[in-house]
């Protein structure tokens, strides 16, 4: 099975890219979706995540506030690596899970969305690695218009991740997003007909 990471920086648009895949048929994992289940209430992660940063974290309903704990991290270098040490590795464990449960069903393709993958060092964990990505400035507007923040804020966030160009040098395919939205889903049908073509080549009858 070719083991694919989606990745990007905050948005590029790999959260518009994602579903494409799975509406062409290839399995996905989202990793911001697994990263929401570890710290679920009763978890180990939430409760680690409680001891670091205490109890004003969490929301009511004792689940996490994850609007708080952002802007706590993205503004605290050493937080920012505690919450890593505590939700990464269980997030890695999930997605490692998710992945070997394809295969046995005849998959020969599967994309794991993964937002941090260089900054982790987890690309040498899959077999090639895409990146979604735009013109910085466009990267800014997005995450200012999406999030509500201030300019400030949002260049603290993108500041926080590896800059998008070196994630597109680093990458094996490249999905820009700067265009119209019917220019991006080509130019994800493209990368999704090439990675059909690579398991093809190793001989992978299946679905995905």
Known sequence: MLRVALT??????????????????IPTIDADAVARDVVAPGSVALDRIRERFGGGVLLA????????????VFSDAAGRAALE????????????ACLAAEAPRGTTVAVADIPLLFETGREAAFDLVVV??????EQLRRV?????????????RVAAQWPIAEKARRAHYVIRTDGTF??????TDEVIAELRAIARDRGAPGRG
Do not use: N, Q
């Open 61 to 72: 309903d004792g689940t996490l506030d994850r609007k708080t704990l952002a802007a706590i």
């Open 182 to 187: 019917a220019e991006t889903d080509r130019l």
């Open 8 to 25: 990007g920086g905050i948005g590029t648009g790999k959260s518009y890219v994602r579903p494409r895949f799975e509406l062409r048929g």
């Open 132 to 137: 979604a990505a735009c013109d910085a400035g």
């Open 144 to 156: 200012v218009r999406r999030d509500g923040l201030s300019i400030e804020a949002a260049r603290a």
């Open 85 to 96: 040490a505590i939700v990464h590795p269980a997030v890695r464990a999930a997605i490692a």
